[in-house]
């Protein structure tokens, strides 16, 4: 699974690296050493005016699709939820069976994101030696060439009934999950599963709200990105989701 991750890539960098055409400065995030649920994180989106009755959006929805870098809750919510607190549960989507589940199914078809990150955490459970008991000890994994991570994910739209008007920016909550898969290199012997992130190659037909087929969709989903991932041990002071800061990578002792 996925519980936390790193995300201080600048938006100036992720629209460039994503080429996005369509980001608000007003909407920019502090960057984040320790990414919770429920946290507001960057994702990467393509919409088309008017989309899913978006009050935000405008238009008749057949123009072309833009390339959005948008600040998402992370914690899908689906349309159909009548408590938004739901999402907590709903941070991590198996690629094996999104397409099928309802909470993801029409996400998975029509409202697919990608989420930057520099790396993500994950425990392993060690015996301390001295007192005899289990302590869970958290790695930082990440690619070895320090590039980005494009992580797979699916979003969704939630409207708020407590506020009248669709064209209040309140109404809408817009959640996004994580696609999980089998584990490769260094996470493999951490956890049995992890984020899936995707090559540039598919970035194109992974955010096209136009593909819905959902066997071509998951064809895309086949294999991790390639490249080495690299883990290291780091402190139990990321088990705490109010630390924060660069410190939280420095390498600790297992």
């Known amino acids: 699974m996925c519980g936390r ?8 960098d992720l629209t460039r690296l994503f080429h996005v055409t369509d980001w608000r400065p ?11 649920p429920t946290d507001e994180v960057y994702a ?19 123009a ?19 408590d938004p607190k739901i999402g907590a549960r709903l ?3 198996r690629m094996e ?25 994950e425990w392993q459970s060690l015996e301390d030696r001295a007192t005899g008991k289990t302590r869970k000890q958290p790695y930082f994994i990440h690619p070895a060439d320090e590039q980005v991570m494009a992580l797979a994910g699916l979003y969704a739209y939630w409207r708020d009934p ?11 909550l817009m959640t996004c999950t994580i696609l999980t898969t089998e584990t490769t290199d260094a996470a493999g012997r951490l956890h049995p599963r992890m984020p899936l992130a995707l090559t540039p190659d598919h970035y194109d037909a992974w955010l096209d709200p136009r593909h819905q087929n959902a066997d071509d969709v998951r064809a895309l989903l086949t294999q991790p990105a390639g490249g080495h991932l690299d883990a290291r041990p780091v402190s139990p002071a990321v088990n705490n989701v109010r630390n924060n800061g660069p410190q939280l990578l420095d390498e600790a002792a297992a």
């Open 64 to 82: 072309p699709a833009h390339r959005e870098l948008r600040p998402l809750r992370w914690g899908l919510v689906p349309s159909w939820a009548d």
């Open 5 to 12: 991750y790193v995300s201080t890539r600048s938006p100036e």
């Open 97 to 121: 069976t999104a397409h099928e589940k309802p909470a993801f199914r029409r996400a998975f078809t029509r409202h697919r994101c990608l989420l930057p990150a520099d790396g993500f955490y």
């Open 26 to 36: 007003e909407e920019a995030l502090a960057p984040s050493w320790n990414v919770a």
């Open 44 to 62: 990467v989106l393509e919409r088309t005016p008017r989309e899913d009755g978006d009050a935000t959006a405008s238009g008749d929805g057949t």
């Open 162 to 172: 407590r506020v009248k008007r669709d064209d209040d920016p309140d109404a809408w």
């Open 91 to 93: 941070i991590n989507a």
